[in-house]
């Protein structure tokens, strides 16, 4: 079966950095175009980076473009996001995602909580 499982996330001050991790399994990894979304207390869920198949494109929400990016390691079954000048608004549990062919059926991981403060 399909599973994602994120780790790396923490307490981090204002300006720091941490990576979180993704490891996945159940499926044809380097076929996929990988992402990574966040959620907010009380806010959706929202878009922040995908990673094609091979890793030749990437795309970022504009709010974290330029602090932000995504990674990953087909060798290992693994995706990254690298998060550099975190801000308070970055506070989320973040979510690995994929969305499997022919049906185009979204899975997520458990997440892993990102809190910046100071």
């Known amino acids: 079966q399909v599973q994602l499982v994120e780790s790396g996330g923490g307490l981090v001050q204002p300006g720091g950095s941490l990576r979180l991790s993704c490891a996945a399994s159940?499926?044809?990894?380097?076929?996929?175009?990988m992402r990574w979304y966040r959620q907010a207390p009380g806010k959706e869920r929202e878009f922040v980076a995908a990673?094609?198949?091979?890793?030749?494109?990437?795309t970022y929400a504009d709010s974290v473009k330029g602090r932000f990016t995504i990674t990953r390691d087909n060798a290992k079954n693994m995706v990254y996001l690298k998060m550099n000048s975190l801000e308070p608004d970055d506070t989320a549990v973040y979510y690995c995602?994929?969305?499997?062919?022919?049906?185009?059926?979204?899975?997520w991981g458990q997440g892993t909580q990102v809190t910046v403060s100071s």
């Open positions: 995602n994929v969305r499997l062919t022919p049906l185009q059926t979204d899975y």
């Open positions: 159940g499926f044809r990894f380097s076929v996929y175009t």
């Open positions: 990673i094609s198949n091979v890793g030749g494109t990437t």
